[in-house]
């Protein structure tokens, strides 16, 4: 449950470390969703469908590019904008594609990033069901997680990564020094596009086997709050994503429980990651320090 967390969160940590506020991750998860399914239910391919959602999460990261870079336009305004045309245009081409109410066809098992499976754990009395929590999943599951160090490592340690973290703080310093600011971030906002369309194929073609209508459920929101929790930093972030991918789960296995004879209701044990993300940005949101620049059009003086 935490992998399109951590992926989405990834994404908003490149795109906010150069100064671009990114509102639009869950509407970029939202229609990579949708179209990982559509493309994999049409070709009968999960990788196709994972080539098509990332392309259309560029897209619309471009789109918000351009307005927020280019246009110098308002980044919040623009990222909700991408949300409301993400989960309008989904449930609008579902239902005129594949005329299920918004929904796509069932994927078939070639359709899906399935979990690696290895029986041979099954011999093994205790420490298998332990082996089996770290190597059954799908790859996109192990995608996510490499891409945490890798993350932390290239915005630390790399010339491209200081200069982006340089933007996001003092845009007028690196334009003086030659380095392009809208070129630097551009390429924060195609990683996110990047990473975004890969959260969505996993929603639809790994952790479910469909597209529902707004099957993201909030995630690119809790991505975000885990971002601002994490003070816009790579492992802390990893931490909240878990976090918030435990209380999901939780609420999953937990439905119809009941305590001394009272049924705990469904609606109190779904609403316990969206409670947690009002209490953490409600306890910490005034103690995290943001880029600078962040959410500032940058105008170049003359």
Not at 114 to 139: C, K, M, N, W, Y
Not at 210 to 233: E, K
């Amino acid at each position: 449950m935490s992998v399109p967390l951590i992926l989405a969160c990834m994404a908003g940590l490149w795109s906010e470390r150069s100064g671009i506020v990114d509102i639009g991750l869950e509407g970029k998860m939202l229609i990579a969703a949708f179209v990982a399914a559509s493309a994999s239910a049409v070709f009968g391919s999960a990788w196709i469908g994972l080539f098509c959602a990332i392309l259309a999460s560029l897209a619309f990261a471009l789109v918000h590019g351009y307005a927020s870079i280019n246009q110098r336009g308002n980044q919040v305004v623009s990222g909700v904008a991408i949300n409301m045309l993400a989960a309008g245009l989904a449930v609008v081409l579902g239902n005129e594609w594949f005329k299920e109410g918004g929904r796509t066809p069932a994927l078939p098992p070639d359709g899906r990033f399935l979990p690696f499976q290895f029986p041979a754990l099954d011999t093994l009395p205790v420490i298998g069901p332990l082996v089996r929590i770290f190597f059954e999943h799908s790859i996109l599951a192990y995608v996510a997680f490499l891409l945490v160090p890798l993350t932390a490592w290239a915005l630390a340690r790399t010339r491209f990564g200081l200069r982006l973290r340089a933007v996001g703080e003092n845009p007028h310093a690196v334009d003086t020094a030659g380095i392009s600011v809208a070129a630097l971030r551009y390429r924060a906002v195609i990683i996110a596009g990047v990473l975004c369309g890969i959260a969505g194929a996993y929603i639809s073609t790994s952790l479910s086997s469909s597209f529902v209508r707004d099957m993201t459920a909030g995630g690119g929101f809790m991505a975000l709050a885990a971002l601002i929790f994490a003070n816009w930093r790579a492992w802390p972030a990893l931490g909240a994503c878990l976090l918030f991918g435990f209380l999901q789960a939780v609420g999953n296995f937990a439905q119809g429980a009941s305590v001394g004879g009272f049924q705990i209701p469904v609606q109190f044990i779904n609403m316990l990651p969206y409670v947690l993300t009002v209490v953490l940005l409600a306890g910490f949101i005034g103690k995290s320090v943001p880029p600078k620049a962040s959410g500032l059009p940058y105008t170049k003086d003359r």
